[in-house]
């Protein structure tokens, strides 16, 4: 496993990393950044999950990459951003379940970081080099195959297999109880949230007044406005390249107390890390959380439940259900096996072709038929494949730089 500390480092064309990673976190909260930074610190593929921006601002602008047809593209994807959701329709989906960063770009663009992240995840599983660049190439050929058959579908109980099927599964059979027992404490019939100091922080009481006021005024414009009622809040603390902007874990009254309570997440979004190298024309957004929700509406099946974009404080936020951390595959060396990760990246080359396909034709993607003729070409897929297995050395050498300059600063 490539841990901090231990290897010599070379210079990345005299950039300093560590700056750059500062600079783009310039506006965050100096405390949750600590977290941030320490996480990333884990392994080579936490620093790629806190670090988007930097594989964009590496990506050659003459690539080949870029040639791909354009489609609505999550911008941020890695093995890590799979995991079960609730749709609108109260079905629970496996998929793609961060947007924050997504544009429309070339399809290849989540193909390759994707590639990557699989690569990366070699250094803290039981697998060789030859395991990894298999499994990147089981993910190329079935999104590559998926695109080919042009079918727009979705993964649920009813079709998963393997270990998503029985996430899927289990997810069935849990009740909205045991979730809220997680996260909140029984005060005489009444629930609050479970403040731990880890994964739910106490807030003011003014900024407590303020989210609250901002809640209730959107519930006012929603057919149940009761089923919003807030009874408590608390500063989340989840994922990593999102970890010091602003977010909320908010407990409504949902269909009565104690047990039919519902949980929200109210996450701050920003402009996407993407946006100073996208290409071509991008839609003009009302604010960065429009831009979320409606690539969500694009590309999923159903999208997550509750979803809605809100504006208050000169920032903008996506409110929706809240999504367990557990409700993802867990990628640790003693619980997966060989086999169960090649059929995980198989089903998640399908939910990338499937999302890529939903999106098509829609606010400047290109057609169905452009991205069944692209899936049907195989010269790409080597491209791809040469580019991060290249790439994977760079993520290694600016991962040990960061944990150095991180540590000493």
């Given at each position: ?169 289990d997810l069935r059979r849990r009740k909205r109880s045991d979730l809220l027992d997680e996260r909140t404490i029984l005060n005489k019939e009444r629930r609050q949230l479970k403040f731990d100091n880890e994964k739910i922080l106490a807030i003011s ?205």
């Open positions: 496993m490539i841990s901090c500390g231990g290897n010599s480092l070379t210079d990345r064309q005299n950039t300093d990393i560590w700056e750059l990673i500062q600079a783009f976190d310039r506006d965050r909260r100096p405390d949750l950044l600590d977290r941030k930074y320490s996480k990333m610190r884990k392994n080579a593929l936490a620093f790629f999950r806190g670090s988007c921006h930097l594989f964009y601002r590496d990506l050659p602008k003459e690539s080949s990459l870029n040639l791909a047809p354009p489609v609505w593209i999550c911008g941020d994807l890695h093995l890590e951003n799979f995991g079960a959701y609730k749709g609108e329709d109260r079905q629970i989906y496996f998929g793609i379940n961060d947007f924050d960063e997504s544009i429309l770009a070339p399809c290849t663009w989540d193909v390759v970081r994707l590639v990557v992240s699989t690569l990366l995840a070699i250094d803290s599983l039981p697998f060789d080099r030859a395991d990894g660049e298999r499994l990147a190439q089981i993910y190329l050929t079935s999104y590559a195959n998926t695109l080919s058959a042009g079918n727009i579908s979705a993964i649920v109980e009813a079709n998963a297999r393997g270990i998503v099927a029985n996430l899927l599964a009481q003014e900024r407590f007044k303020l989210v609250k006021e901002v809640i209730d005024n959107w519930a006012q414009t929603q057919a149940e406005p009761d089923f919003f009622k807030v009874l408590d809040i608390g500063f989340r603390v989840a994922g990593t390249g999102s970890l010091g902007l602003d977010r909320y874990i908010v407990l409504v009254a949902g269909k009565g107390s104690p047990d039919r309570n519902y949980l929200l997440d109210f996450k701050q979004q920003v402009i996407s890390a993407l946006q100073p190298y996208s290409i071509g024309n991008q839609p003009e957004w009302q604010h960065p959380a429009k831009r979320v929700m409606k690539v969500q509406q694009l590309v999923q099946l159903s999208p997550p439940a509750l979803l809605a974009a809100i504006e208050f404080d000169d920032r903008s936020y996506l409110l929706r259900e809240l999504q367990p951390t557990q409700d993802k595959i867990e990628i640790e060396p003693e619980l997966i096996s060989l086999e169960q990760m090649e059929n995980l990246i198989d089903i998640m080359a399908e939910i990338t072709a499937f999302t890529h396909l939903h999106g098509s034709g829609k606010l400047g993607a290109a057609s169905a038929q452009a991205l069944i003729d692209f899936g049907q070409n195989l010269d790409w897929q080597q491209q791809v494949l040469d580019y991060a297995v290249n790439y994977v050395s760079q993520v290694r050498l600016d991962f040990e730089y960061f944990c150095q300059a991180s540590i000493d600063r």
